[in-house]
Each structure stands twice: as structure tokens, then as C-alpha cells.
């Protein structure tokens, strides 16, 4: 994994590397919470199982209605989302204890803040299943676009529709950050500005300073190591 990154890091820049981490970290939280590894075993009883937890999803007919997963595969990602979180919600401190066992050689802290507010779609601290898998009915089953106007959100920290540097160094610091000093010993300090740089030199096209969910799809769409990414979700579940 390591020498993925790195090899990927040196040749296509931040920009690439972070939507692959967008991709390897939700298949890593996926596979924590036990929803990867899916299971024959018909469940009939996890719409009864709902009134068990403090919170009660919508029911599996509902959810099918709403996402693009079928009934057997919404209760089988139930039955793994129960196990590791019998309350029925994941909060933020949670999602950083997570993710610093799998990036332990460095502080995922604030990538994992970054990645929980993209999951906590009405802003109330927490991630309740319909939360999760709306998104990974659009992570997993969306459109390309689909996922690249979710990843945009990720990156678009504030919410007003457009990238900015600012923002975009934030996201750069963060995966740095994680990966590790100790993973990359001859990377800069000056790296993620850098990498923001040649970012926005890629996917600004109009030189205003900031990058539009347009010119971000445009851009992606005609990267083909994104788009092979963006493929890595494909056949999951």
C-alpha cells in the first residue's frame, strides 16, 4: 500500500492521491465495520432487530426506495453497522479512532474530521446508518459523477460551492498528516503548498483562484489515473 502511494504520489501529484484515499479509506472503514464481506445468509429478522438500537433507521423498503442497494445487501451492511455500533450511530471520535489504526505511523485526526462531515450530510454530530449508506450507495453505485461531486464535497470544507486554495491546503495537510513524516522522510515541509499549486494550476481553468464543481468533473474526467480510481469501487459489494 505503501509503495502504491508513494509511487502514485511522485508521478501524479496530491490531487490523484487524494481521491485514491477517498476510494481506499471508505473501503477501509468499510471493511471495519464489517459490510465488505458479504455473507449468503438470508436475514429476516433485522427489521425487528431496528427497535433494538437507541437509533432506528428507516425501514429496508424505505431505504431500498432511497438507495441503490437491494434489500439483502442494505441488511447485510445493517447487521456489520450494528455489530460495531450497537447505538446506531458512529460520532466523530469514533471515526478518528478508526482511522488512526489504519494510518498508525501518522495523525489522521483531522483527514478523519474532513471524511465524518462528508458522511454527517444534516450537520447534527453524528452518522446514522441512512447516513452511511446514502453515501455509499453514491461512492459504491453512482454515477462518475456522482462520485466526484461527492469527493468535491468532501474537499469543499465551507459549503459555498467552490474549492479554494485555502481549503484545498487544508485537505493537502491532512493526508500528509496521515500518510506520515516517517512514511515520506525526504517530502518537504513546503510539499502540500506545492501540490495545491499544481492542483489548481491543473483544475482552474479560468484562473480565478478558486476551482467550480465544473471545472473540477471536467478535470477529473480527463485525468485517466482518476478515472481508473474512481473504478476501484466498482463490484465491491
Not at 74 to 101: A, M, W
Not at 176 to 191: I, S, V
Not at 221 to 229: A, R, T, V
Request: hydrophobic share 35%; with cysteine; proline share 2%.
Amino acid at each position: 500500500m505503501n509503495l502504491f502511494f508513494q509511487e502514485t504520489w511522485e508521478v501524479e501529484g496530491l490531487q490523484t492521491v487524494g481521491i485514491l484515499l477517498v476510494v481506499c479509506s471508505s473501503l477501509k472503514l468499510m471493511h471495519f465495520l464489517g459490510l465488505i464481506d458479504l455473507t449468503s445468509q438470508d436475514s429476516i429478522e433485522d427489521d425487528l432487530e431496528l427497535s433494538t438500537v437507541c437509533h432506528r433507521p428507516e425501514s429496508m423498503d424505505k431505504l431500498q426506495q432511497q438507495t441503490k442497494f437491494t434489500k439483502k445487501e442494505l441488511q447485510v451492511l445493517y447487521r456489520g453497522f450494528k455489530n460495531e455500533c450497537p447505538s446506531g450511530v458512529v460520532n466523530e471520535d469514533t471515526f478518528k479512532t478508526i482511522y488512526s489504526q489504519f494510518f498508525p505511523q501518522g495523525d489522521s485526526s483531522m483527514y478523519a474530521h474532513f471524511l465524518f462531515e462528508a458522511f454527517d450530510t444534516d450537520k447534527n454530530g453524528s452518522v446514522s446508518f441512512e447516513d452511511f449508506v446514502f453515501g455509499l450507495s453514491i461512492i459504491l453505485r453512482g454515477t462518475i459523477n456522482d462520485r466526484l461531486n461527492w469527493a468535491f464535497n468532501l474537499y469543499d470544507l465551507n459549503k459555498d460551492g467552490c474549492i479554494t486554495k485555502e481549503e484545498m491546503l487544508d485537505i493537502m495537510k491532512s493526508i500528509y498528516d496521515m500518510m506520515g513524516k516517517y512514511t515520506y522522510p525526504n517530502m518537504q515541509d513546503e510539499a502540500p503548498r506545492e501540490h495545491v499549486e499544481s492542483f489548481f494550476q491543473k483544475m482552474d481553468r479560468n484562473n480565478d483562484g478558486v476551482v467550480t464543481i465544473e471545472e473540477f468533473i471536467e478535470s477529473c474526467q480527463k485525468d485517466e489515473n482518476i478515472m481508473k480510481s474512481m473504478q476501484l469501487f466498482d463490484n465491491v459489494i
